[in-house]
């Protein structure tokens, strides 16, 4: 319609005016929702055509298209803005379309894709996953299945920081009170059991340096000469010289962690096309940094450590080498981006990471911009805000974190809690009811964290989340379920739908506000993707099932006795479930078909 309403203006301009204007210079969109209409022309442009006031213009452009474009039944206009009114049948004939539309997606197609690395989870494996991680993986995992939709060439991708000193707390703690534990010998899950040891290690450390204190040694100087740290600062150099009793531990350790992120993982029902692991990229990133000192790019301080002076872009001075040559966080994403860059040969990386980390990205960039990267450019710090429960801060040092498996079952429970209470579940296998239990669960939290501004700072309110009536996960799914209901109840009853009698319905103001509706998915798919947002997915969703729920309140489909009537309505409730599904899809929430 957008086109043709632009064709139509074009063809009115040259009419009533005598002047040529290029169709794509017709800026037409969706009329705002404070506005009466469907479509709005933005008439400002076409004044130094008219040469008259944009009220005057309007005014004369909507008669034309009145007179000339079918489809048009009214208009209105607001200063220099024409909001056009379709007519219904105009929207029946575009839900016939839409109806037998095979993919979805086609609108949404960008016309020059690009490659995109979408870069999300990236944990230290030094403990296990939590819930801000929840965040950034469903973030993550969102984006990417946006930018595929759009048509882009996108790549899912993790960094696992598996080395420094984080990783060798763990391990020093586990060689000192571990007596050989293992995940098969203790039946902790392998990244619970090395977060053990962090927490362990922590605690022995903070005993030390109290120790120290209460000796008179000042507080900076004990925790940096407490013994504990010492041997742990040894053992990491130790790791980067290749001592292969080290190294074998710390194998064996980050294999422990890896089989338990894999589980959560897979159970929070995200993966990547492509790990980067730290241990293999910081060596690069310390070449990289030596070739750009040698060209005077960067600079070498009187201690041996090498620093970028960045004050010239508004930055800081950044260390990139420590005094005693060993690679510091920033070090290893230089060779990690590089790394990417002659894999992939990316447009654009996109690092789903914190807001915490605002600064490093910017450093980041400038790094490699001064070492001449100019692809660096395309780098993109995807900043999200901090999630909490509403019981306090989450804290990731002492053990007091909200743990991602943990939360992960709880929602399941409360899924089932919540399903029982309702009595909705008879006649269901023990197998189905266990599926259902998970879908919910999983919907209501993947769903509350992805409905809100990723930049803003959220509480995860796990009661809230697995409301059945509010703006919540279940509740979509419910609605969905219902509808899946409707249609085979129609398929034991042999009622067949025929989109062929669409035409021949005269719908019903709800039911032209829900093609309406449907109508927005493909602007709102592509909103999502541009602005990097699946909140606006998630919100859309909810506002498609609130008025399917009040219509389906107000009206029976199959009850209703007009054949043509009846036909219209099974299949824009069948066509509302399928959007449902896809767009839940994007945010990576499953649909059970009933509930
Ligand atoms: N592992 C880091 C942390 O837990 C986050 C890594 C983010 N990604 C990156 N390319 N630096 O803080």
């Known amino acids: 319609m957008e086109i043709i309403i632009q064709k139509k203006v074009s063809e009115a301009v040259k009419t009533l005016y005598g002047k040529d204007i290029d169709i794509n210079h017709v800026q037409v969109e969706e009329t705002r929702k404070d506005f009466e209409g469907d479509f709005t022309i933005i008439v400002y442009p076409l004044i130094k055509c008219s040469k008259n ?9 909507g008669q034309y298209l009145i007179k000339n474009l079918q489809g048009v039944s009214g208009f209105n206009v607001i200063k220099g803005f024409l909001n056009l009114n379709i007519a219904d049948n105009w929207w029946v004939k575009f839900f016939k379309e839409f109806s037998l539309q095979g993919n979805l997606f086609e609108p949404c197609k960008v016309k020059n894709p690009e490659t995109i690395m979408v870069e999300y989870s990236s944990p230290n494996t030094n403990k296990p996953l ?27 991708t993790n960094i696992v920081n598996d080395r420094g000193i984080h990783i060798c707390k763990s391990m020093l703690a586990w060689v000192k009170f571990g007596n050989g534990e293992t995940p098969a010998s203790s039946g902790i899950k392998g990244d619970h059991l090395v977060g053990k040891y962090y927490v362990m290690f922590e605690n022995a450390y903070k005993a030390e340096v109290d120790n120290l204190v209460s000796k008179g040694i000042d507080e900076e100087t004990a925790r ?4 504990l740290m010492l041997e742990a600062r040894d053992m990491l150099r130790k790791w980067e010289a290749g001592d292969r009793e080290v190294v074998n531990i710390w194998r064996m350790m980050n294999k422990w962690v890896y089989e338990g992120f894999d589980e959560t993982y897979k159970k929070l029902g995200v993966d990547f096309d492509r790990i980067y692991y730290e241990s293999e990229t910081y060596k690069d990133g310390k070449e990289l940094v030596m070739k750009a000192l040698n060209k005077g790019l ?84 995807f900043s999200y805000g901090m999630v909490e429960l509403p019981e306090g801060k989450m804290k990731s040092r002492e053990g007091t974190v909200v743990d991602a498996d943990d939360l992960i079952e709880e929602m399941i429970q409360t899924a089932r809690e919540v399903s029982l209470e309702l009595g909705k579940l008879e006649g269901f296998t023990q197998t189905e009811k266990k599926e259902i239990f998970r879908k919910v669960g999983l919907g209501a939290l993947k769903y509350f964290i992805l409905k809100v501004d990723p930049k803003k700072n959220m509480l995860f309110n796990p009661a809230e989340s697995i409301d059945f009536n509010g703006n919540t996960g279940p509740f979509i799914q419910y609605t969905y379920a219902r509808i899946k209901s409707v249609m085979r109840k129609a398929a034991q009853n042999s009622i067949v ?22 109508r927005r998915f493909a602007t709102v798919v592509s909103e999502a993707a541009k602005s990097y947002n699946p909140s606006l997915i998630a919100n859309y969703c909810y506002e498609l099932a609130r008025e399917f729920n ?46």
Not at 497 to 518: G, M
């Open 497 to 518: 739908s025929d989109p062929k009698l669409l035409e021949l319905a005269i719908p019903n103001a709800k039911e032209i506000n829900l093609i309406k509706i449907l």
């Open 130 to 156: 939590h819930l801000g991680h929840i965040r950034n993986n469903l973030l993550g995992f969102s984006l990417y299945h946006l930018l595929k939709s759009c048509g882009h060439n996108a790549i899912k």
């Open 298 to 381: 960067l600079y070498k301080r009187d201690d041996g450590s090498v620093w970028a002076d960045l004050t010239g872009e508004g930055l800081d001075q950044k260390v990139l080498l420590r005094s005693d040559g060993t690679a510091v966080y920033i070090t290893q994403d230089i060779g990690t981006a590089v790394a990417r860059q002659n894999d992939y040969k990316f447009d654009k990386c996109i690092y789903v990471v914190g807001n915490e980390q605002n600064y490093h990205f910017q450093v980041l960039k400038a790094i490699l911009k001064k070492m001449g990267f100019n692809w660096a450019d395309g780098l993109i710090h």
């Open 224 to 227: 940096q000469t407490a013994p």
């Open 550 to 595: 009040q219509y389906y309140h107000d009206y029976t489909i199959l009850g209703e006795k007009d054949e043509i009537i009846r036909n219209f309505r099974l299949l824009l409730s069948e066509r509302i479930s399928y959007v449902l599904n896809e767009a839940m899809w994007l945010l990576g929430i499953e649909m059970p078909e009933r509930m």
């Open 53 to 61: 006031t944009p009220e005057k213009t309007a005014e004369e452009i």
